[in-house]
């Protein structure tokens, strides 16, 4: 299973096919749409989210609300395209009044991007660059989301920290699998500890007086899992490799650990290793979680549990020092609406990631072509790592 996005972050639609998913998977587009809504939510969020009500529509592989095994086409209309058809229309010349971007943003694709394609505008570079894209990537991932909650795997996300405002968690790794997901959605922060939600918000109204951007910390953890997806054999196998690579597509991640991640590397390895159990009827366990879920590259069956770095947005309001790509003269970077702070709905994308990533590996241990014959594999496969641990 496979997707592709297409479209500009002001262009009239972002779009999103999907090839490979199984025959007899139910969809629905309400449930596509809720994760839409609740990557467009959150504490910090700019004037774009209030133009934007982002909705799919599937215009190809479904059937009676079940999937055909055939590709599935989605998309997604920008509202704010309105006010962009000139500036950003397909054919035609470019509007004499039309007002090239110059100044490069520090931190965002902008000079990297005109220098590579060889552009004097860039627009070109930044409709696309836009995190407007994740948009399509979740509405994709949407049907990798139910296809895991079919075979019983949940994937959720909370934030961590935003700028210096951090939760404080007593055991972590064990924290994080305890949390209700209605907790974190009701908060618009998607943080569960009412304190530090609060410190949260005043980092984000402290940075908009400033003009400043924040980044931050989340955790996505996939609950559910069977060992063994994944694979241990080659590099391309390797679902810490897979799922990093996953969340590292995300723009502005910065940072991927799972489990203990970067402190696993200060400890002697009996602090860092989960002891081995069995549990007679049911099969192996771990005593812990140190390694979040992931052991020579393939699932544990224990939770798995990533934890990402966000960078701040680098659309400043008080923006850094650039040169104006016209004049060659130093001058201020670009300053476009955007948002102050955008980590809540980064981890809903970091979720879809995830998703996505797991589902595949899923449907490669298990067959592709239809629901009942997938979930008959499963179910032998569970009942075969039982009857091993009696
Ligand atoms: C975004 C839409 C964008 C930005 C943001 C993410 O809308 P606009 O550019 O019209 O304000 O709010 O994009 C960025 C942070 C970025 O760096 O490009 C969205 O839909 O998520």
Redesign the pocket.
């Known amino acids: 299973m496979r997707y592709m996005t297409a479209g500009e972050?002001?262009g009239p639609q972002l779009t999103a096919i999907i090839d490979g998913v199984p025959a007899g998977l139910r969809i629905s587009e309400e449930s596509i749409n809720a994760d839409l809504g609740r990557?467009?939510a959150g504490y910090g969020?700019?004037?774009?989210?209030a133009?934007?009500q982002?909705r799919v529509t599937i215009t190809s592989g479904v059937r009676f609300g079940r999937t055909l095994g055939t590709p599935i086409a989605l998309t997604i209309q920008n509202r704010?395209w309105e006010h962009w058809t000139d500036c950003m229309a397909a054919f035609g010349d470019a509007p004499a009044d039309l007002q090239r971007e110059v100044t490069p943003r520090p931190g965002?694709a902008d000079l990297v991007g005109v220098l590579k394609i060889d552009s004097d505008d860039c627009r070109d570079v930044?409709e696309r660059?836009?995190?407007?894209e994740?948009?399509a990537r979740v509405a994709a991932a949407g049907v990798a989301r139910e296809f895991l909650a079919e075979l019983g795997v949940e994937v959720f996300s909370y934030v961590l920290s935003i700028g210096s405002a951090k939760m404080h968690e007593a055991d972590p790794l064990r924290d994080a699998v305890e949390y209700k997901p209605l907790e974190i959605e009701i908060s618009d922060v998607r943080c569960p500890n009412d304190a530090a939600a609060d410190a949260m918000r005043a980092e984000i109204d402290k940075a908009r007086e400033l003009g400043e951007s924040l980044g931050g910390t989340f955790r996505v953890v996939a609950r559910g899992l069977v060992p063994g997806l994944g694979g241990y054999a080659s590099a391309d196998e390797r679902m810490t490799a897979r799922i990093g690579a996953a969340l590292f597509s995300i723009?502005?991640i910065k940072g991927v650990e799972f489990g203990l991640g970067f402190e696993a590397a200060r400890l002697p390895g009996s602090e860092v290793h989960d002891p081995i159990q069995l549990v007679p009827g049911s099969g192996f366990t771990r005593a812990s979680n140190n390694a979040g879920g992931l052991e020579g590259g393939m699932t544990t069956g224990m939770p798995l549990i990533a934890t990402c770095a966000m960078k701040p947005?680098?659309?400043l309001m008080t923006p850094l020092e650039t040169v104006n790509l016209d004049t060659l003269e130093p001058a201020e970077a670009s300053k476009?609406?955007?948002?102050v702070c955008?980590v809540p709905?980064c981890a809903v994308v970091a979720e879809s990631e995830m998703a996505f990533a797991l589902a595949q590996a899923y449907l490669e241990k298990f067959g592709h072509d239809n629901m009942a014959d997938i979930k008959a594999n499963l179910a032998a496969y569970r009942q075969r790592l039982k009857t091993a641990a009696k």
Request: net charge neutral; proline share 6%.
């Open positions: 972050s002001h990557r467009q969020r700019g004037g774009r989210m133009i934007e982002d704010d965002h930044l660059a836009s995190a407007r994740t948009a723009p502005a947005i680098p659309t476009e609406r955007s948002d955008a709905a």
